[in-house]
């Protein structure tokens, strides 16, 4: 496991054959399916004293082949 929740996800999704990004990393146009991973930030768990670290994976695929996107993901 990585050091961070980030990493996992990171290593995880590479190790499932995804091109993996992080926010501003990918440049130039869509030419194949790839995924960025986004921090979002700290959210208090309801009911709890305890905070959660919370991920959004965004999905992108060639704007010609928006049909593949659900399988995608």
Not at 8 to 19: M, N
Not at 33 to 48: A, F, L, Q, R
Request: net charge positive; aromatic share 10%; hydrophobic share 25%.
């Amino acid at each position: 496991m990585g050091n961070t929740r980030w990493e996992d996800i990171y290593k995880h999704l590479k190790g499932k054959g995804v091109h993996v990004y992080s926010p501003a990393q990918h440049d130039g146009n869509c030419r194949s399916e790839y995924v960025v991973i986004k921090s979002t930030g700290m959210n208090n768990v309801p009911g709890t004293s305890s905070t959660r670290q919370e991920y959004d994976v965004l999905c992108y695929v060639p704007k010609d082949n928006y049909s593949r996107l659900d399988a995608f993901v």
